[in-house]
């Protein structure tokens, strides 16, 4: 089985700061692009970053300049700093991974499940 287990989330001062991190663990051949989504109450889930294998990455323009989405390949891992939070940022942050278990199996999307992020004076 593969777990994508998010840690990081909290409550902040708008202005302030927060690092997420998404570990993937169990049986992993390996993982493509990885990337993080959030929901907010009453609203679609949407994308905020992504990086690929390689390093690539993309954002959302609501957090251009603000949010910083980069991976660690040995600890399967991905992370997401999130500097200069605003209230509207506000939102249950959910990692995925593009994933295969095993060189003979097709890759697969896994989702984590979601870290609560309350940007709030």
């Known amino acids: 089985q593969v777990q994508l287990v998010e840690s990081g989330g909290g409550l902040v001062l708008p202005g302030g700061s927060l690092r997420l991190s998404c570990a993937a663990s169990g049986s992993i051949f390996s993982i493509g692009a990885m990337g993080w989504y959030r929901q907010a109450p009453g609203k679609l889930r949407e994308l905020v970053a992504t990086?690929?294998?390689?390093?690539?990455?993309d954002y959302t323009d609501s957090v251009k300049g603000r949010f910083t989405i980069s991976r660690d390949n040995a600890k399967n891992t991905v992370y997401l700093q999130m500097n200069s939070l605003k209230p509207e940022d506000t939102a249950v942050y959910y990692c995925n991974a593009e994933l295969q278990r095993k060189r003979w199996l097709r890759a697969e999307n896994y989702w984590g499940q979601g870290t609560q992020v309350t940007v709030s004076s």
């Open positions: 990086i690929t294998g390689s390093g690539s990455t």
